[in-house]
């Protein structure tokens, strides 16, 4: 039985702690946050559990083992460390860090106390996102040729992030999970239509050392919700619509064939005579997927992690490795697209 | 009555010549294509009308008063040329040539001759389309934020032009009709799936002097046909989707307030104190669209163009104008999304 | 302030214990059910609530004023009478009675005690069907034609009531709340797949002493879920989807036209000449929806209701016209879709 | 090669004379039409074919080996009977006659002269139908339990017959040949909008000895277009969507268990004790279909028939069936919903 602290009951704090207090190896301990009226809530919801407003007792409290991060992405970083400092267990909300040193630091610090530390990536926990990774692992689906994501809706505007790091994150958490390769360079383009405030609208391209793309568009002011990727491949395509109720998943038997035969890059290769592109189709499917809660699917893997020793799946590693994109996109998006470097030192295996 | 020919009569100059025929100005005079089965087709299905190899007897035949030019990309420079020479009025497919300074060279010999010279940018003369520049010259949706376009599908690949220039083309072309602002800059990112093939799948985004930005998706490597634009402004957004049977148009009253007010760019120019953004939702409204086809529209308009000495909706100028954005973001797009500069002098009032 | 009981806790009982909390005129004192297990969750969440298997003790209890009844369909009766003669108001959930004989008793017994009697018929307190009935009262549909319901899914089977009496009873409400005029007679035709068990499959149509038809199509068994409800009238015509997340209705200004005018049919009872009926297209619009919760404007209206001395919208009255139709579509379900009048006396006004 | 007369050039003459033409064992030789204006732009699409007001030219010309009626309902039955007396195979519009009577006197007629004689039932034609046969026969879906159509729209308004007639008559076809069994008897309700003008809504219920339903929503009053067929059997169930432009067929993986085992009717015939009634759901399939125009492989089929003397699948048996089922509903219609038995002498196997 690990004994979990919730430091932070805003939005997202009442999901984590109704999920810690559902999972048979997690015991609900204690639950900060600076505001009484929450704190209030949650004791009337969880009567043995310690509310307080000092994060510190928290930490200091024995039976806490691990804690959950939930505060504003500003704080995430000296939660964090303070926590890893009183030898707790970590999950940090998404993004985990404000920058990649930071991030870096926090890594460095698990590693050497030997704790787990995870982050909050909860699209990788969801079904549709581990049978996409299936799909292409599996082979499946063929050479991938692009990832193309758009992450719309109105609203929430925020004030310390701009679009990019508030919703693009998921997609760059996906990306980093399924595909079997690390971009090199980002271009992205953007504008924040509220003066003074964060880029609400933006456009990211990922490259590769490859012929694969990645694409993500991310709005705070679009009139409708979206949540739509397209995912290209050799052999067959992928439709993945969030919004559907159950059939998120589409593989599309269909695709191109150059002179006669199915389409694989390695065949592609002759350039010197006229290339001949047809189309094929054939049918579609759609993958049944298990409607566990993603959170339910998380706060049992990183109770096992600590259980087991072992690293997360969503670990500090991919936590750097997203917010390093996160870095280069804020840096081109300065400069109108031009493509950032994301430099090998940088790129976390 | 004006006596037309037309010049290609393979996918697209069937529905040319039909309507032709079908105008009450128009006469369909003579018929060209290199490929004799094709005249046997025009032959059976218009009796009457002359039909030949040779495009030069089109050019010659003095009941010939316009020449309507559907052949590929790469020959409409020469064709349009040797057409206005020859003191014909022209009407050519898009994209009206393969360089900016060829359209420059077409748009100055049409002047001299004063003949008109129109592009089938089809989109502009859409009921849809129509309604949109309606709807933002009156000033229903207020300052426009953004323009977002995606236009993807599976097929057709081309050989002599990328994805930009095949599919982009539509985007740009609605954009220079519907935006009150010219862009002075683009970004583009793609990619090439197929080895010694163009693009097939990229991404422009639009510059402007303004708190504007568009953005535009093309791919022929799709597993779905998607035709879906979402344009966003300070009182109300527009979502215009062209597969939709009939509500094409739906108009969102919905938007964001800053610190209580309806945001207006001039009214959030304010930013040493904390903005409050929220969020307002209304009815939604699609207005009706007439039902005629569009290139009824643009070929009664062609027609009476010419007829009364005027300039086409979608003249030699907006067709440059695309032309040079092509160039821009084919530049780009070697550059992995670099910025191009629409030089003052490049862009056409 | 009205001290509220809540008999049953299983299914919906939750939500209404929530409601009642959170209804600043509502006092949650007591709750019963026959599984302690369930009380043990009741008494977590509410700490301070009175929580019991024994429902004489909710009634026997002076602080409460009224109770709420979200128990299975057979007990409704017995509970709802015994809680009138215990002096309590009573909310029951749909449909109030397995009989109208049983309906009637009870209504009677309100009306003797002056005390307030509700149904839970939650359509009729959403915002979208509370527009509709707006829209229809304020004559912007016109005479209306046809009211036609689907409502399918997988299922869930009920051992006790067949599928009209356990979904399609929401459209009897519906209709019994935005229509101007009462049925007079049902046809019903339907089907049970598993041997023993009541209709899973039902089709009813009710008919009115005017050209009004309505049909409802329930189905436990069906592969996707639908909730979609079309409205014609003479003037413009409605689309309900009651399982879109923003839009749910939309208003068609569609129709069609008798000899050149608008038809209403006051104005088509000339069958002496040949009708030439037209069709006439103009815009969609879909009214922006308050989001408020049903259940929460249900409450607060039964707790207005109390303590104003009102009658409630789904008062006891329409109750038992919905049982009325309920027990003539069985009849006629039997019968293979023998019309059942709904004999005068019969149809409370 | 077999000689091909069209009767009737109004909606659907042009659309069989252009696949007769476009059929390598076809030659269209005459099209008759009673207006001289439909004659002219048959004679310039066709210029070598014999165009005439006579119907009796074309059945005089020796060339023509079979003819297509597309003319009105009401005399097809005449043009039928005299095209047949000629000596020539016929092809007529559905549905075939206005009454049984006369479908049965054509088909005898047919028969005694050894000629072939089709119904343009189109719908069996489609390769979606085909599919749906195909899934059924193959025992995919399990027993079947129901099949549910809704196909409505706005217009357009017979004169001559009723909504059942003109539009139930596509559902009833497709019964015909999918299902495994035979309506034994009718329900239909319905109602007229329009003063003296037939039935312009109405709902069909077909029984069968088996617990098998069919039910069918036909509309010409809809404000939107609804083509969709849902079917419902013991192992998977399928969702028919006409309107899509090519998933036109899924297929669900979904059901219910009975105690535990996958629902089949012999295993549930156990009343004595308690269901258990579960749920499962699978994947989603959708098989690519080929999409060869219907009509096409409808000439193409009739064009074989005639050559290789085998019946149609659209012969006059089942046009017969089809109107018989019609002539019922038409009887229920006046009935308020009276179920119409089809009499086992009636039911033409």
Redesign the interface.
Known sequence: MTGVGVIGYGYWGPNIARNVREQPGGDLVAISDLRPQRLIDAA??Y?GVKATTEMREVLANPRVDAVVIATPVSTHYELALEALRAGKHVLVEKPMAMTSAHALRLMEEADRRNLVLAVDHTFVYTSAVRKIRELIAGDGIGDI??Y?S?R?N????Q?DVNVVWDLAVHDLSIIDYVLPLRPV?V?A?????????PEN?A?L?L?FDA???A?V?V?W?????VRRT?I?GSRK???YDDLE???KI?V?????T?NGSE?E?SA????DY??L?G?R????????LDMTEALTVEMRHFLECIDQGRQPIADAASALRVIQILEAASQ?LR?????IELHAERRVA
């Open positions: 009337s919801r009567p040729y692009y193309d758009v719309v109105l609203g929430l505007f004030h360079a271009s383009t953007g504008l924040g239509h509220v003066t003074g405030q609208i456009y391209t490259f012929p694969l793309i694409h568009h709005n002011l679009a009139p409708v919700k397209l290209g395509m992928i439709v109720p159950s059939e589409k599309y038997d269909k695709g191109i150059v389409h890059l592609a290769s002759t350039p006229q290339m592109v189309y189709a054939g049918d579609m499917w759609a993958p049944h081109s400069q109108r697209g031009r493509a």
